[in-house]
């Protein structure tokens, strides 16, 4: 058939007829997309949000033991009571120190202070002086009653497997 050229359908017209309906059924698989994915998101954040195990307090258990010759042994993990020694960890070391050396054992755990907190509570001065910490004193104990102290305090604070 011959038309006027003005009265020709434009090539170009159904080319962006097709377009058109392309595009709109791709925009309706984005929308059922972003409809699906609004959808996760809403029941994502409706959901409590369960968190995950803390750290076990025997992770955080850092010990300093007293000997009776004065000196210190800093920042160690209790390991197990063998014989009359207490074995212990201190970095990537094993050491055991005899019971009947001990003169003072303490618990020193993590302080966690958050500025505007407890301001009159003196949670850092707290901290810096030990006042936290549990303190164990041998030095009124004989042999046996430090083997049966130890023994509860293993019991009490159970070392990490």
């Known amino acids: 058939m011959l038309y006027p050229l003005s009265y020709a359908p ?14 709109t059924q ?19 954040l409706a959901t409590p949000v369960v968190p995950a195990p803390a750290q076990t307090s025997a992770d955080d258990d850092r ?7 004065g000196d210190y042994i800093w920042d160690i993990r209790l390991v197990r009571l063998t014989g009359d020694s207490l074995v212990y960890r201190q970095l990537d070391s094993v050491g055991t120190v005899s019971v009947q050396q001990i003169k003072e054992m303490r618990l020193i755990r993590k ?10 509570a003196g949670g850092a001065m707290a901290a810096l002086t030990g006042a936290d910490d549990e303190v164990y004193d041998f030095q009124t104990l004989d042999y046996p009653a430090r083997l049966r102290a130890i023994q509860q305090i293993l019991l009490v604070h159970p070392p990490k497997s």
């Not at 434009?10 to 595009?23: I, P, T």
């Open 10 to 23: 434009a090539r170009s017209n159904v080319v962006s007829r097709k377009v058109k309906l392309k595009a």
């Open 26 to 44: 791709v925009s309706g698989v984005a929308m059922r997309t972003l409809r699906m994915l609004s959808l996760l998101v809403g029941i994502s």
């Open 63 to 69: 010990w300093q033991i007293a000997v009776e010759s």
């Open 111 to 120: 302080t966690t202070m958050r500025i505007g907190e407890d301001a009159g």
